[in-house]
């Protein structure tokens, strides 16, 4: 049911973990599945430097988080804020249906780190 690329992520996820100095974190969660997904970004020159995620969720949830904090790596910002879950999924060479709303939780908490650095970046400025 799950691709290989899916349990290559899952058994060995990339990126695991927190930033303690985070520049921007994102948490997002699933009220139906009770998953929650959380997002740390380093930002340097509008570039994402580094990213760490934490999730407390399904397999294909920890499988998309460790993809889209690859695909995000090295991006600018308006780059990462225009990855989908589509992306991720298709990049995890799919998901079954009733996973999909696992990688939205990936796009999202991406995202989601990205405005927080973003508003964090005003209230110094
Ligand atoms: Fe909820 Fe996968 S079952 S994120």
Not at 63 to 83: C, N, P, Q
Request: some cysteine; hydrophobic content about 40%.
């Amino acid at each position: 049911m799950y691709s290989e690329k899916v349990m290559e992520h899952f058994a060995n996820p990339r990126n695991v973990g927190e930033i303690p100095d985070a520049d921007g974190v994102g948490e997002v969660g699933n009220p139906d599945c009770g998953d929650i997904m959380k997002i740390y970004i380093k930002v340097k020159d509008n570039i994402i430097e580094d990213i760490k995620f934490k999730t407390f969720g399904c397999g294909a949830a920890i499988a998309t988080s460790s993809m889209v904090t690859e695909m995000a790596k090295g991006k600018s910002l308006e780059e990462a804020l225009k990855l989908s879950n589509k992306q991720v999924a298709e990049a995890l060479g799919g998901l079954p249906p009733i996973k999909m709303h696992c990688s939205n939780l990936a796009a999202d908490a991406l995202q989601a780190a990205v405005n927080n650095f973003r508003n964090n970046e005003q209230v110094i400025k």
